[in-house]
């Protein structure tokens, strides 16, 4: 008997911030599976539940056990934190069951992005029309990830940046800046924020001039505005263009 895999997007990971139909499939589930720290947020929610965890950069080997869970019998859910359509684990996780002729059904359960949580926190930036960029160059070129960003300036997107910086990528948020200013004033209203909707929240404003001298790591989430971009009350606004 088959069973069935969904691939859930757990949000930030406190249970307030987990959809109502992402917290029915992993209660459903037999066994819930994910990087090991995004199990370590479900399992004081669920902590009856069988868990199957591994490390980063296991991706691969993760999605091919939890296809050998649902040849099994076994209904699986596989987390990701966030949306687990938005760099996250849904593609990965459907790749695999196609590439082993398998007919296992795979189910993506939505979630709150780190985009949005970060919106949310710094008001909204979001108003207008904006991309999601990863600054990782892990499994895309940087060159490609360069010409994205040319794009996204010449096209006055507002710009969400996932991966902005880590301990062995110091540059890359350097280079995306240096980019970014041609296009944009230094001015620009900027707001980043670590450990969104997290026990170690923090959210900051700043400019795309002073973006370079921040403290961004790999838990940040940046939003750097467009020419419509201003802070509104205190909160970071993009203009739709409403008469007030």
């Known amino acids: 008997m088959t069973g069935k895999i969904f691939v859930v997007g757990m949000g930030p990971g406190g249970q307030e911030h987990i959809s109502p139909k992402a917290m029915e499939v992993m209660q459903t589930s037999d066994i819930i599976a994910g990087y090991k720290t995004y199990i370590d947020l479900i399992k004081p929610i669920l902590p009856e539940k069988e868990y199957a965890s591994s490390g980063m950069k296991k991706e691969v080997e993760r999605c091919e056990e939890v296809m050998q869970l649902a040849k099994e019998g ?41 985009a949005t949580s970060a919106a949310s926190l710094l008001g909204a930036p979001l108003m207008n029309d904006f991309v999601t960029l990863s600054l990782s160059d892990l499994l895309t070129p940087w060159e490609l990830i360069v010409k994205r960003l040319h794009a ?60 370079k001298n921040c403290d961004i790591d790999m838990f940040t989430t ?12 205190g909160k970071m606004v993009t203009i739709r263009g409403y008469k007030i």
């Open 152 to 211: 996204a300036g010449s096209g006055d997107f507002v710009i969400a940046l996932y991966n902005p910086r880590s301990k062995t990528r110091i540059k890359n948020l350097d280079v995306a800046i240096e980019t970014l200013l041609q296009y944009q004033k230094p001015e620009t209203p900027v707001g980043f924020v670590k450990h969104a909707m997290r026990e170690k929240q923090e959210v900051h404003y700043t400019t795309l001039g002073e973006l």
């Open 74 to 114: 076994k209904t699986v859910s596989l987390i990701s934190s966030g949306d687990a359509g938005i760099y996250g684990m849904a593609g990965i996780m459907i790749e695999v069951v196609n590439a082993h002729n398998s007919n296992i059904d795979v189910e993506v359960i939505p979630g709150i992005s780190a």
């Open 222 to 233: 940046v939003i750097i505005g467009n020419s419509r971009t201003e802070m509104v009350g």
